[in-house]
């Protein structure tokens, strides 16, 4: 997957095409319409946490073999929980924050993420396309602006929703309101979203200077 820079310092859509070009054509689902994060960083610390433990209970254990003394750590560890019951405040503590981490990675591990990507609609099921919430809010915004009578207009682009608010110096609110639906409802079709949000619009007078 890559991420291009896209014209005026937004980012391009995103495209997603598998390496061979013999992969059978197949229908749509709903989780072909998601995109996945790597996730590197809780991946790398993981795997960096079980090296460190799984390289000092392996030095341990040498030790132990060649007729050496345990680590320290290790026997006062084994002594606490042989010694400690399991309603002790720190055994609590540890099974907690135990099983906190435990649901976090869980939680990673089951949910897609990468909720900045909007997933575009894929009239090619060997082409994957996602487009940045900025990049469509600035689209909707330009959109918005070239409406008569819209001095300033502000968009932020939800994965069910885009909202924007939008001053109007001159003209009905009612008629400005009308025409902000009509243009950026078509602008949102034209996004080509496998999704598209739905639209709020809100429209007021420009706020009294001093």
């Known amino acids: 997957m890559s991420e291009p820079e896209g014209p005026r310092g937004g980012a391009a859509p995103v495209l997603d095409k598998p390496a061979r070009d013999d992969v059978p054509e197949r229908a749509a689902t709903p989780a072909d319409h998601r995109f996945w994060s790597a996730r590197r960083?809780?991946?790398?610390?993981?795997?960096?946490?079980?090296?460190?433990?799984a390289a000092a209970f392996l030095y341990d254990i040498a030790a132990v073999r060649v007729h050496r003394p345990g680590m320290a750590w290790?026997?006062?560890?084994?002594?606490?929980l042989a010694e400690r019951p399991l309603d002790d405040v720190w055994v609590l503590v540890g099974a907690g924050v135990a099983a906190a981490l435990g649901l976090w990675l869980i939680v990673l591990a089951a949910?897609?993420?990468l909720r900045h990507v909007l997933p575009m609609s894929r009239p090619h099921p060997d082409v994957r396309a996602g487009l940045h919430r900025d990049a469509a809010g600035l689209v909707l915004?330009?959109?918005a602006m070239e409406i008569a009578g819209v001095q300033s207009a502000r968009v932020r682009v939800r994965r069910r929703r885009a909202?924007?608010?939008a001053v109007c110096h001159f003209r009905d609110l009612d008629d400005v309101h009308a025409d902000l639906d009509t243009v950026l409802t078509d602008a949102i079709r034209g996004l080509g979203l496998a999704r598209p949000p739905g639209l709020s619009v809100r429209v007021r007078r420009p706020g009294k200077k001093g």
């Open 111 to 113: 949910t897609p993420g």
């Open 74 to 80: 290790r026997r006062a560890l084994a002594q606490q």
């Open 141 to 143: 915004r330009d959109r």
């Open 163 to 165: 909202d924007v608010r």
């Open 41 to 53: 960083t809780p991946a790398v610390v993981v795997a960096v946490l079980l090296l460190v433990v």
